[in-house]
Every structure is written in C-alpha cells, then in structure tokens.
C-alpha cells in the first residue's frame, strides 16, 4: 500500500531516491544492526553493528540498553528510517485460509476472523500478516499473522524515543527470517525443509516447503540453556561451558565429563526437535519427509553444532549459507565487507526492502505518531512542489513576455521604417509618427478634395440650393464670407433684423443637402453647416 501522497520514495522494489536503512534487533546481552543502502533496485550493506549490552551495578536494565542505542548510533550515523524487529518470544503465531484474493480485502476481515482465536482482547494487540500461498482457482490465499499485545510494543517504542531512535517499521524475527529466506536462491525452493532458529533462551522452528511458510513451534530453549544445563551437571558455571563451547565447538572438548554431559544434553534438544517436526508435519496433508535441515544461530556460531545434530535427527543439517545472497544480488556487500555474519541474518531481513516479509508492520496500530513524521514530510515536499511551480510559471512567464517583447519591438521599427520611407518622418517615436503622417494625409486629402470633379460638382450644387432656399431681398441677406469643404459650410454675414433671422434659420433648416450645427443668434452672424452625404442619415 502506497502511503506517501507526494513524491513516494520508491515505487514496488524501486528505490526513486537514494536511502540508507537500518535493521535493528534487540536482545537480552546485545543491540544486533546492519546498514543498507538503497539505489534504484540495488541493495548494498554497509556495515554490520554487533553492540554489548554492558550492565553496571547503578544502572537499570532500560538505562543500559539506552547506552547501547547512543553508542551504536554513533558508529551507525543514522537515527531514522530504521526497521525493529522483536523476538518471537514476544509474539504468537495463526495460519488462515481466506476466501479473498485482495490484500486489502484480507485486512478488513482479519480482525472478525481473529477475535475468537487470541487470548486477547483486540484492542490489546497489534497485528499484520503477510500472504504465504494464494490459490488462484479457489480463490483462496493463506495468511500467516503475527500478534503482539500493544503493551509491548508500547514499551519498546518508548525506550526507542528515549533513545532518539526514529522507527520507520516493526516487525517480528520469524517475518525478517522469513523475508530473508524465500529470497535466497536455494532455501526458496528447497522442499520440506525445517529451519531451526537458535537464540540465547528460546528456539524458533519455521516449517518451508519450496519457499512457502507451512507452520511454526517455539521452544524454552536456547544456547544459554544449554550451557547452563550441561553446567549443572559437571558442577561447573555456565560461563565456563560457554567458554569451551566457543572453543572447541560440539566435537573436539577435551574434558571427558563435559563432552559426555553435553551428548547428553543434545540428545535431549534432538528429541524435542524431533516432537516439533512431527507436529509440524503432522498439519500436512501429504505428511512428506523432511530432507533439509538450515541451522541459524542468533548469538554465537557453535563449532560442529549441525553435525551433531545431523548425527541425531538423520536428517541433513547445516548453517544457514549466505553467500548465495551476494551471488545472486540480492544484496551486495560493500569493499570492506567479506560475508554476512549468522547473528546478522535477522536484521538484514528486517532492513531489506524487498521480499514477501517487508509488507509486515506492527506500527500500523500505532499510526499516530508516523503520520506526524509523513504529514511533516508531505508539507516539505508540498513546498517544494508549489516554490517549483510557481518558479516554472515565472520562467514561462519572462520567456513568453520577452518573445511578445521582441515581436513588438520588430513590429514598431517596421512600421517607423515604413513611414520613414513613404512620409519622411524621421522621429522614432511610433504614435507621434502615425500622427505626424495622419496630419499629412488629411493634408492631401484636403488638397485633392478641392481639385476633385465630384466635389466642384458638389459645391455647384449647394450654391444653387442657397439660391432656391433664401430670399435675399427678403431677408436684406449680405454675405461676408462663404467657405465649404466637404464636410461643412461655413457662412458670415448679417440680415435685416431678428425676425428675418429666424426666417433665415427656417430656411436653411428645411434642406435636405445640409443641417445647423450652430444656430445663429444675432443678425450678425457667423453659421456652420455640416453636409448631409447623399445615401446616409444625417448624425
């Protein structure tokens, strides 16, 4: 599911920007890392981080694991973008079959279908899942789910806030091993196989059958039980037999006692070994026969340990090989890195970002605080989008004014050109220039007009007009002055009285060839009279 609305930094398995990941684990005696870093679709590990968990007398146990979390940041140089992952011990496991095919649909069911298989109360516990088999004809996908109760998690989220650890995701040990293991070249499609997962107090077995998770059993019981067992019965402290342990490894001790009360002890880790297989295999229908057994110790690497238990179970049994990780690219290892170390396989898992495991979140109950980190992250990105649009607008806006400008400015020398040319005008001032060159043209207008046989027509015209409309004797009219143009009369003169004006304002009125545009208000009289063109209303 896609969570981020801006910008998403990577779509599927492809990183779109360049990031660096931690996986992180935490357990009783160390904080276990590794670093990738993400380009494209490559993966690259960095570093791995293997930090003591150093108790000191004043100290409390949250304290001590704070001292870690400052130290292992320090040498990590990173705080964010970090993937947890818990110990099994701390979950509980369910296997479904859904009649759904969609993830999203899968999720809305979850909840009824788990509320009368847990402990718990639903809202005490977090929980995700992730999809081991989809049957396409059935229409029909099983499910593996993880539970942790809230109070948890709640613990853990807090001593990480102590710690200035920000968590980009939490997941489970069995889901990190999980994502780790369908994406190595062999172990992916190798057919029933049993991986067992040796930690310091617990044991986790995972049921594989080419590559697909069939079930899962815990054990009490783990390298430190061991040790301290054997211990126990040659009077000895468990730090002693851990020591021998480590080594010699499980074949070559050299006290006698020690070795035989350690064959003791394995026989019996192998017969319970053998009970957890045996209800594991009991859930298929097929009840097929184990052929491989992947061995991964999540503390210390005890020397010939698969070999004993080879011996015992008669089953094949060996470490957990990485190397064909980094032949296959899954990941590849930086310059000064020369394998991948066993007690690191668990947070790599959990830091790697593909693989049907990295879907798996426990945060998802806790929402809250990531969408805090995801609406910061949206606002900045929201920002940028809007400085980078409004940045695109003002370029295309100056572009697009210089071009008008440019166009503009050819446009108006053309035009001055032009005038410069057919009127002689020399200023470069464009509106002056067009009327400078108006005033010449009515010049030549005006000119032309007077010389024109349409126009000396004309004028013969309106003095024949005048003589049909006014009475000279009549009106005792004296002209001083007649001047026409085409487009107005203009008449000087003075008649007898007023009222031989007001007759004479009649008479000019009654025409059809012009109109008043002033009315005469003395006998004395200056008139303008504006000509009517043939075929036009008057104005």
């Known amino acids: 599911m ?31 890392a590794t670093k990738l870093h993400f380009a494209g679709k490559n993966a690259t590990v960095t570093d791995f981080y293997q930090e003591p968990i150093i108790k000191r007398e004043e100290e409390s146990s949250d304290q001590s694991i704070l001292n870690a979390f400052g130290k292992l940041i320090e040498k990590a140089k990173i705080s964010s973008g970090i993937t947890l992952t818990l110990s099994n011990q701390l979950a509980i496991f369910k296997e479904l079959t859904l009649p759904f095919l969609d993830v999203d649909k899968i999720r809305q069911i979850l909840p009824f279908e788990l509320e009368q298989q847990i402990p718990f109360t639903l809202t ?53 091993l999980y994502n780790l293991l369908q994406q190595h070249p062999t172990y992916s499609t190798h057919p029933n196989a049993m991986v067992i997962d040796i930690g310091a107090q617990a044991t986790t077995i995972m049921y594989l059958n080419h590559g697909q998770l069939i079930g899962v059993r815990s054990m009490n019981y783990g390298v430190s039980t061991l040790a301290k067992n054997i211990a126990e019965k040659i009077q000895k402290t468990p730090t002693v037999v851990f020591e021998q342990l480590l080594r010699f490894g499980a074949n070559n001790i050299q006290d006698a006692t020690m070795s035989q009360a350690l064959d003791t002890e394995l026989a019996a880790l192998a017969t319970q070994l053998q009970l957890a ?11 097929p026969q184990i052929k491989d057994i992947i061995l ?6 005890i020397k010939g340990l698969d070999k004993q238990l080879e011996r015992l179970l008669h089953i094949q049994t060996h470490y957990f090989n990485p190397a064909p990780l980094i032949e296959s690219s899954v990941v590849t290892l930086d310059s ?4 991948i170390p066993l007690v690191n396989l668990a947070s790599l898992g959990a830091a790697l970002a593909s693989g049907a495991g990295q879907s798996f979140d426990l945060l998802g109950s806790y929402e809250y605080a990531r969408a805090e980190q995801l609406l910061f992250k ?24 210089q071009y008008c400008q440019s166009h503009l400015n050819r446009a108006r020398d053309s035009a001055l050109a032009y005038l410069r040319n057919e009127f002689d005008i020399r200023t470069k001032n464009l509106p002056a220039a067009v009327e400078e060159a108006q005033q010449k043209v009515d010049e030549a207008e005006s000119i032309w007009e007077g010389f024109s046989l349409q126009n000396r027509g004309n004028f013969l015209k309106y003095l024949a007009e005048f003589s049909t409309k006014l009475d000279k004797k009549a009106l005792g009219l004296e002209l001083t002055r007649l001047s026409m143009t085409t487009k107005g009369i203009t008449m000087s003169g003075q008649v007898r009285d007023y009222q031989a004006l007001k007759t004479l304002e009649e008479e000019l009125s009654s025409s059809t060839l012009f109109k008043l545009v002033s009315t005469p208000q003395e006998p004395k009289f200056e008139i ?9 209303e008057s104005a």
């Open 2 to 32: 896609m969570k981020d609305i801006f910008l998403p930094e990577r779509i599927g398995n492809r990183f779109l920007f360049p990031q660096t990941c931690l996986g992180l684990e935490i357990n009783k005696s160390s904080l276990i």
């Open 124 to 176: 005490d516990v977090a929980f995700d899942f992730v999809v081991t088999k989809q049957h396409i004809g059935t229409k029909q996908s099983t499910v593996f789910i993880g539970i942790v109760q809230k109070k948890d998690i709640a613990a853990t989220l807090a001593l990480c806030e102590q710690g200035h650890i920000k968590l980009d995701r939490m997941t489970i040990d069995l889901f990190s």
């Open 277 to 287: 297989f045996a209800t594991l295999v009991s859930q298929s229908t097929q009840k």
């Open 296 to 301: 991964i110790s999540r503390t210390v690497v």
């Open 336 to 339: 000064a890195l020369n394998t």
């Open 378 to 401: 949206q606002l900045a990105v929201a920002a940028i989008m809007i400085l980078a649009f409004i940045g695109t607008l003002a370029g295309y806006y100056y572009s697009q004014r």
């Open 528 to 536: 303008k009279l504006a000509i009517i063109k043939v075929g036009k």
